[in-house]
């Protein structure tokens, strides 16, 4: 076996080396990182609402209204004493915002992930999921007994055939997709994945966790956007993003609830957040629907910056995560340390956050970010890699 030393230094030769870094967050957009101010473009806070001065005073006078949400332990799992009411609150508030039978808050987005799925499916039961779905959703499925097969990225042709060879073999057959796909910023065709569930008989399961928030009339991500919010199984979304918070939550119906409470061990073994991140978390729940202003700025940034990526030869994305696959690992390494030496906080993505040889930069357009600033840091790209 190898020595750990021999690990890192396998790591570093590969150009796969992470590391932690000390980043504090400021307002517009801007963080500090090594003692400089810079532009940080690999936040997922993509309305820029966990930086935002007013809503935080906003927070904190409620808070001062409310003493008993200046809590920052729970001392337990929700299962024993951490459950206080602002638990069964939030959960109601998604209930509203979703109009949905029921809802379950998990302490993050992989508790609910790497959770849920082991909770809900057994031997005799097979999960068919996105080839590129989040690290989270692997590592659920890697704990569950049933059998599981990966179908090609958003290929439901692909899907389809597995689905017709293999559904009548199993009791249960789970469809797991994420909606906006993280490190490709690509949207799934939630309408088809309906449409080919209830033709099979499946149950699907959406991570909105890129999408929620972000996008939507009313924020309610891409399923609100697709018009199919009714007709996803469970739906998961995650607090940590466009939501500013921490956390996730599953919309479901009162019989999986009642799974999650007694089966998800993500669940039921861990302590409960604290009632100060509940109380903000349902403080933005409530105000989501509210926030469209946010979310047309952001668009407005999301098309003007889409627009000069394809102007300047590079494939442009749709959405607020635009990837520049550079492909080797190196190169990913040098053009984010030469962004960084230019004001603008970006990192690379490599391997297995993404597939081998798909290095690349992951761009985070967030609703404080100016076009100006953003044009400046697209144009350091294009002529980095020209040169
Ligand atoms: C698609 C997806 N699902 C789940 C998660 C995990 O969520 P959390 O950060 O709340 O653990 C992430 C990333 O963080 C993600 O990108």
Redesign the pocket.
């Known amino acids: 076996m190898n020595s750990f030393e021999e690990t890192i230094e396998r790591l570093q030769s590969q150009g796969l080396e992470r590391s932690l870094k000390d980043i504090e967050s400021d307002v517009g957009g801007y963080c500090h990182f090594q003692g400089k101010r810079m532009l940080n473009l690999s936040s ?1 806070d993509y309305l820029g609402l966990a930086t935002c001065p007013e809503l935080k005073q906003a927070f904190m006078h409620m808070v001062a209204d409310n003493p008993q949400y200046l809590s920052f332990g729970s001392g337990s799992s929700r299962l024993l004493t951490g459950n206080t009411s602002i638990y069964s609150q939030t959960e109601e508030a998604l209930k509203t915002w979703y109009g949905s039978e029921a809802a379950v808050f998990f302490n ?6 790497s959770g849920i799925l082991p909770a809900i499916s057994e031997k005799k039961d097979l999960i068919l999921s996105d080839k590129l ?2 690290a ?2 692997i590592d659920g499925i890697r704990l569950s007994t049933a059998d599981q097969v990966r179908y090609r990225h958003a290929d439901y042709q692909h899907l389809e055939s597995i689905l017709e060879k293999k559904r009548d073999q199993y009791q249960h057959v789970f469809i797991v997709s ?1 909606s906006v ?2 490190m490709d910023g690509d949207e799934a065709d939630l309408k088809k994945l309906v449409e080919l569930k209830k033709k099979f008989k499946a149950i699907l399961y959406v ?1 909105e ?2 999408a929620v928030g972000a996008m939507g009339q009313t924020g309610l991500g891409l399923c609100e956007v697709q018009g199919v919010t009714k007709d996803i199984d469970i739906i ?1 979304g ?4 466009a939501m500013a918070s ?3 939550y599953a919309i479901l119906n009162n019989t999986l609830k009642q799974v999650m409470v007694n089966k998800v061990r993500t669940l039921i073994f861990t302590t409960a957040l604290p009632a100060i991140n509940m109380a903000w978390s349902k403080f933005i729940i409530e105000r989501m629907p509210r926030f469209t202003d946010v979310r047309k700025t952001l668009k407005q940034l999301v098309d003007k910056c889409n627009a000069s990526i394809a102007e300047m030869g590079f494939a442009p994305s749709n959405g607020y995560i635009i990837p520049i696959v550079v492909g080797d690992n190196q190169v990913a390494v040098a053009l984010a340390e030469h962004l960084q030496k230019k004001g603008f906080l970006i990192f690379p993505i490599r391997p297995p956050t993404v597939p081998k040889g798909t290095a690349r930069l992951r761009i985070s357009l967030t609703a404080n970010l100016h076009f100006n600033d953003m044009d400046k840091a697209m144009n350091e790209i294009a002529a980095y890699l020209k040169s």
């Open positions: 997922n993050s987005g992989y508790h609910a992930n779905c989040h989270s959703i994420e796909f993280s991570d966790a890129h998961v995650t607090m940590g993003k921490v956390g996730a």
